[in-house]
């Protein structure tokens, strides 16, 4: 069992940027693709980005493309969302959660097996 832990959220100004963290509170997530997930209020949750189990993999929604980078450090067992040129329309609790057996990653938040409890993050105009 991987239990995640997501940190890093907060308050900035449109344009600004925030580094996300997740990293895994219990078990190792090395082997697993991992995925980012946001959910606006009165929104579903939508897929932001994922990457597969070597880091060299990624995919990312298109209204973050160019914007929002993911990577990971398997020696810290640590995944991250580098988000720049934030707008008001990222805010969102930010989700990470791990597939155990769809090594490229997927878009499909259904796949996932383990999830962090989620951070906020907020731009303000």
């Known amino acids: 069992q991987v239990q995640l832990v997501e940190s890093g959220g907060g308050l900035v100004q449109a344009g600004g940027s925030l580094r996300l963290s997740c990293a895994a509170s219990?078990?190792?997530?090395?082997?697993?693709?991992m995925g980012w997930f946001r959910q606006a209020p009165g929104k579903e949750r939508e897929f932001v980005g994922t990457i597969n189990a070597s880091g060299g993999i990624k995919s990312y929604a298109d209204s973050v493309k160019g914007r929002f980078a993911i990577s990971r450090d398997r020696a810290k067992n640590t995944v991250y969302l580098q988000m720049n040129s934030l707008k008001h329309e990222d805010t969102a609790v930010y989700y990470c959660?791990?597939?155990?057996?769809?090594?490229?990653?997927?878009?499909?938040?259904?796949?996932?097996?383990?999830w962090g409890q989620g951070t906020q993050v907020t731009v303000s105009l």
């Open positions: 959660a791990a597939d155990r057996t769809y090594g490229a990653g997927t878009q499909d938040e259904y796949k996932y097996d383990y």
């Open positions: 219990r078990g190792t997530f090395s082997s697993y693709a």
